[in-house]
């Protein structure tokens, strides 16, 4: 295997960050600036720009809304539903973003491995028990 195989992060060609349009670097790079790093998924998504465009206005509709769950919360929910549905990936980004957001070095552990175990407060624990069910037993049969 060469060394382009071995670091493929996806099966399309991944961009070149200064040959993408400036809308599309400048989310990336305010992501790197925020996370201090730049998840591989947002380099695939931008081979097709106008699929990363739609993908961040959805992101973003639902992660930054100014109102009610706060940024850790909402980080909360993808981090114990991405554990619950075995996505790695997701997991491991969601959950350094968490621990960013929430200044807990444990809680993304906590909640990927035993949401239901995890030490929540009684508000956050009413939202990953509603996120838990919908994510894994909203099928009403």
Do not use: W
Request: contains cysteine; aromatic residues 8%; proline residues 7%.
């Amino acid at each position: 295997m060469n060394d382009m195989q071995h670091d493929a992060i996806s099966r399309f060609p991944v961009p070149d960050l200064a040959a993408l349009p400036a809308d599309i670097r400048e989310k990336i790079l305010a992501v790197q600036e925020k996370a201090g790093f730049v998840p591989n998924v947002f380099l695939a998504l931008a081979h097709r720009p106008d699929e990363f465009r739609a993908f961040f206005a959805y992101h973003d509709a639902l992660m930054l809304r100014p109102a009610g769950l706060s940024k850790a919360e909402r980080e909360m929910i993808v981090v114990a539903t991405s554990g619950a549905n075995h996505c790695l990936y997701c997991v491991v980004a969601h959950g350094a973003i968490l621990r960013i957001y929430a200044k807990d070095p444990e809680i993304a552990d906590r909640l990927a491995v035993n949401p239901g175990k995890a030490r929540l407060a009684p508000r956050q624990r009413a939202m990953i028990d509603y996120a838990m069910k919908v994510a894994t037993a909203s099928d009403p049969t």
